[in-house]
């Protein structure tokens, strides 16, 4: 969209704002231009995509906000994505009282899901109505069979906030079915002051939060890890314990990534954390944040493999968040912790997702990975290209490494791909004879840990991860969610990215408003705009407090939430982009 063309939209929106929005807005059902940074969380054979950060379309954007739809599909009948996702994926609306939030605990239950934490996304209230915030000690249930939300009114136990108005928010969770415990590890902090429009992200949280579901209870541990945010996390089941992988992922204000040549391993059975680390000569792939992981087991059990796609790499040294988006696929082979790149094609160009920002990924089926949402740009500064329609679901299929767009159930099996075969030997079924990393375990105690429970030949109709397969599958992600196989080994999450790609869009949006009012001062404009506190401007982003005017103009004017996804992205952005040690709480 044309500089001026937006301008002017922005200047109208101003004018009249209500009238323009309010009598013909977007259907957040069947349209969007993208959803990021959303839950996705499998329970027998549906898969639901709760939450995350909206953008709509020209000429919507003042609708920019929470995602008010839970969409879900049905993982167990064919689909093609290459149709409007009306046929084949179900949404209903989710009730205003419901917290509106991106990277939240989504956690299967008997009936349906438990929803806690997350991060408020900044909206107008007019336009959405009210949405309450997260209530950090409470949960949300949704119960499938009547398609209701409840706020439950049980106070979680065990769960100590020092700063009442601080959130936690993490991509990163993963539900294990045999323990009935999900976790929700590292993320960001979020304060928030009471309304949407003063949620500011802070640092990244250096915590493993454990939630069991039968007692209600969270309990939050340090790690030894540091603060991660927008990470990948893994469930894994091996023959004595119940392992969570971490991996990715961005630390100290998102000033440094994590390198893919340090995986941490978490034994629930011994409440502790370990790294591996790889040998300093091997192949891993360039660090990067905001992606997503799904999980697969081979055949016979005997290795698992961690795919990762999407996300963003590194920008300057200063902000790791400003990169480019990466269309690289790269697998991890557990346990001999090896990575490989694979070659990829895609049936057709509308079949292949491209670089994005904060997707989600599941494995599903039995040789094909669901990848969904993220913001489609070439980098962090870019304007997304809209999934029309709504129609943002994806197809990755691990047997033939091609984008398609028909998904079949029930057909073939999981097959090792031949670049992991070459590094972990055997074949597409499993065999492979390493049991262990190379240059061996970064501690004595992973030997035991890490040694997975192969199955008797034979039993390969499941291909992904479906030994301790229980019906119930959750991965989250925006991203990084990871996300089991189909089984349910696996959940996941992910990480979440954040929704950075806002506060460029955001400050963007302002920076052009106020070139236009530069340029021609019309009396329509109020001279002197109130400005908000910078706390709250720092808000509309991801955690910048020092925010520019333009910001702050901009949020005032156009109601904060607006983000202008349409704006072309430029050295402005770059420019008043906030540096990390600025933000607030520090
Ligand atoms: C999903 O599809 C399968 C195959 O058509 C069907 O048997 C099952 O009942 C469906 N599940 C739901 C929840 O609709
Ligand atoms: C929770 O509390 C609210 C406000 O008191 C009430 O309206 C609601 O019905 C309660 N929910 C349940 C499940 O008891
Ligand atoms: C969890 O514990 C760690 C270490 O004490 C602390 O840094 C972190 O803030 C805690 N997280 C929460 C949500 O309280
Ligand atoms: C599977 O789930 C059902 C209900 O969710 C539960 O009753 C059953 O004990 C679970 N089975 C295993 C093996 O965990
Ligand atoms: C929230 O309010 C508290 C108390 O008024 C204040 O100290 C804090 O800086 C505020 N945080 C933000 C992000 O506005
Ligand atoms: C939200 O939108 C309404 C109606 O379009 C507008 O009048 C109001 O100023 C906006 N709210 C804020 C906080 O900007």
């Given at each position: 969209?044309?500089?001026?063309?937006?301008?002017?939209?922005?200047?109208?929106?101003?004018?009249?704002?209500?009238?323009?929005?309010?009598?013909?807005?977007?259907?957040?059902?069947?349209?969007?231009?993208?959803?990021?940074?959303?839950?996705?969380?499998?329970?027998?054979?549906?898969?639901?995509?709760?939450?995350?950060?909206?953008?709509?379309?020209?000429?919507?954007?003042?609708?920019?906000?929470?995602?008010?739809?839970?969409?879900?599909?049905?993982?167990?009948?064919?689909?093609?994505?290459?149709?409007?996702?009306?046929?084949?994926?179900?949404?209903?609306?989710?009730?205003?009282?419901?917290?509106?939030?991106?990277?939240?605990?989504?956690?299967?239950?008997?009936s349906g899901f438990d929803l806690t934490f997350g991060k408020w996304w900044p909206y107008n209230s007019t336009l959405y109505g009210t949405r309450d915030p997260p209530i950090e000690s409470k949960k949300w249930q949704y119960?499938?069979?009547?398609?209701?939300?409840?706020?439950?009114?049980?106070?979680?136990?065990?769960?100590?906030?020092?700063?009442?108005?601080?959130?936690?928010?993490?991509?990163?969770?993963?539900?294990?079915?045999?323990?009935?415990?999900?976790?929700?590890?590292?993320?960001?902090?979020?304060?928030?002051?009471?309304?949407?429009?003063?949620v500011t992200a802070l640092e990244e949280h250096n915590g493993l939060i454990t939630y069991d579901q039968a007692t209600n209870t969270w309990t939050n541990a340090t790690t030894p890890l540091g603060g991660i945010a927008e990470g990948g996390l893994v469930h894994i089941t091996t023959a004595t314990d119940e392992v969570l992988i971490q991996l990715g992922g961005r630390s100290d204000w998102a000033t440094r990534l994590r390198p893919f040549s340090e995986i941490n391993i978490y034994s629930t059975s011994k409440s502790k954390w370990y790294t591996q680390h790889l040998a300093p000569d091997a192949t891993v792939p360039s660090p990067r944040f905001t992606f997503c992981t799904a999980l697969k087991s081979a055949s016979d059990g005997s290795s698992y493999q961690i795919y990762i796609m999407g996300g963003l790499e590194a920008g300057s040294?200063?902000?790791?968040?400003?990169?480019?988006?990466?269309?690289?696929?790269?697998?991890?082979?557990?346990?001999?912790?090896?990575?490989?790149?694979?070659?990829?094609?895609?049936?057709?160009?509308?079949?292949?997702?491209?670089?994005?920002?904060?997707?989600?990924?599941?494995?599903?089926?039995?040789?094909?990975?669901?990848?969904?949402?993220?913001?489609?740009?070439p980098s962090y500064y870019n304007t997304p290209t809209c999934d029309k329609k709504a129609d943002a679901a994806f197809l990755f299929d691990l047997n033939t490494l091609t984008w398609t767009d028909q998904f079949t159930p029930n057909e073939g099996t999981y097959e090792i791909p031949q670049n992991v075969i070459g590094l972990i030997g055997g074949d597409k079924n499993g065999g492979s004879t390493k049991k262990a990393p190379v240059k061996g375990w970064s501690d004595p105690d992973l030997e035991t840990i890490m040694t997975l429970k192969t199955t008797t030949a034979g039993n390969t109709g499941t291909g992904g991860g479906t030994r301790s397969n229980?019906?119930?599958?959750?991965?989250?992600?925006?991203?990084?969610?990871?996300?089991?196989?189909?089984?349910?080994?696996?959940?996941?999450?992910?990480?979440?990215?954040?929704?950075?790609?806002?506060?460029?869009?955001?400050?963007?949006?302002?920076?052009?408003l106020r070139r236009h009012r530069q340029k021609k001062k019309g009396p329509q404009l109020p001279p002197n705009p109130m400005k908000l506190p910078l706390t709250d401007a720092g808000n509309l982003e991801e955690g910048t407090s020092s925010a520019p005017l333009e910001l702050m103009d901009h949020n005032r004017l156009s109601g904060g939430g607006v983000?202008?996804?349409?704006?072309?992205?430029?050295?402005?952005?770059r420019e008043i982009y906030t540096r990390p040690e600025n933000r607030l709480g520090k």
């Open positions: 969209m044309p500089l001026f063309r937006c301008s002017v939209w922005l200047l109208g929106a101003l004018l009249s704002f209500t009238s323009v929005v309010r009598s013909d807005g977007p259907n957040p059902t069947d349209d969007f231009c993208s959803l990021s940074a959303q839950m996705m969380a499998q329970k027998d054979d549906m898969l639901y995509i709760a939450g995350g950060w909206m953008l709509y379309p020209s000429p919507y954007t003042n609708y920019n906000g929470p995602n008010t739809v839970l969409r879900s599909l049905n993982v167990s009948k064919s689909f093609q994505t290459s149709l409007d996702s009306a046929n084949y994926v179900r949404t209903e609306d989710v009730p205003g009282t419901v917290p509106g939030v991106q990277d939240a605990a989504f956690f299967p239950t008997e119960d499938i069979a009547s398609q209701q939300w409840t706020n439950t009114n049980i106070t979680l136990k065990n769960w100590f906030q020092t700063n009442p108005q601080m959130r936690i928010t993490s991509g990163m969770t993963v539900w294990v079915p045999s323990l009935k415990q999900g976790f929700l590890f590292g993320g960001l902090f979020a304060s928030e002051n009471g309304t949407s429009l003063k040294s200063a902000d790791a968040r400003g990169g480019p988006t990466t269309t690289s696929i790269w697998v991890l082979s557990i346990p001999s912790f090896e990575w490989t790149q694979l070659p990829f094609k895609a049936t057709n160009t509308a079949a292949d997702p491209k670089g994005r920002i904060a997707p989600s990924c599941q494995a599903i089926g039995e040789h094909y990975i669901f990848y969904y949402g993220g913001r489609n740009v229980n019906g119930t599958s959750s991965t989250s992600g925006s991203s990084t969610s990871s996300n089991p196989s189909k089984t349910n080994v696996g959940a996941i999450a992910g990480g979440a990215v954040a929704g950075v790609a806002a506060v460029a869009l955001g400050l963007l949006g302002a920076m052009m983000y202008t996804a349409e704006l072309p992205a430029g050295e402005v952005a």
